[in-house]
């Protein structure tokens, strides 16, 4: 996860075409239409890397 994630980087990744996001920033653009936590969104970024594997 992006730590240091910042307002400014959610909003520069807002005007980027969706599809050319990474999986992180596809999820917190996501998460911010829809206003999960931070804690919330690292609960289910944990989950999604859980099930394809990733550590």
Do not use: H, W
């Not at 730590?3 to 075409?17: C, G, M, S, V, W």
């Not at 969706?18 to 999960?36: A, W, Y």
């Not at 970024?45 to 594997?53: A, E, H, P, Q, V």
Request: hydrophobic content about 30%; aromatic content about 8%.
């Amino acid at each position: 996860m992006y730590n240091d994630f910042t307002r400014e980087d959610l909003e520069n990744a807002k005007k980027k075409n969706f599809e050319s996001l990474d999986p992180e920033q596809r999820l917190r653009v996501l998460s911010n239409k829809v206003n999960l936590s931070n804690q919330m969104l690292e609960t289910v970024y944990d989950k999604i890397c859980s099930r394809i594997g990733k550590d």
